[in-house]
Nanobody, 122 residues
């Protein structure tokens, strides 16, 4: 089992940038496909981005494509989400998730962090 802890959330003005980090512990990090999800108040949790185990393939939701970048450092057991050109609609709790092996996907993540709040003021 892998444990995930997110950090880096906060309050930012529209147009600004934030970088989220997710530190993993417990198992071999490079065995896990990693994803970021978010949940806004009153809405269902939605997929944001995912990265494969080696870090050379990524997937993004249309709403963040071109603004957000997911990356990982397997030596540091950490996955990142660089968020640029933030919009008020990006306000949400952001969750890091892990899937053991398998292919890059937007679903079926078994392990989740507790989330970090991102608030974008307009």
């Amino acid at each position: 089992q892998v444990q995930l802890v997110e950090s880096g959330g906060g309050l930012m003005q529209a147009g600004g940038s934030l970088r989220l980090s997710c530190a993993a512990s417990g198992r071999t990090f490079s065995n896990y496909v990693m994803g970021w999800f978010r949940q806004a108040p009153g809405k269902e949790r939605e997929f944001v981005a995912a990265i494969n185990r080696s870090g050379d393939s990524t997937d993004y939701a249309d709403s963040v494509k071109g603004r957000f970048t997911i990356s990982r450092d397997n030596a540091k057991n950490t996955v990142y989400l660089q968020m640029n050109s933030l919009k008020s609609e990006d306000t949400a709790v952001y969750y890091c998730a892990a899937k053991y092996r398998g292919s890059l996907s937007r679903t079926v993540y078994a392990y989740w962090g507790q989330g970090t709040q991102v608030t974008v003021s307009s």
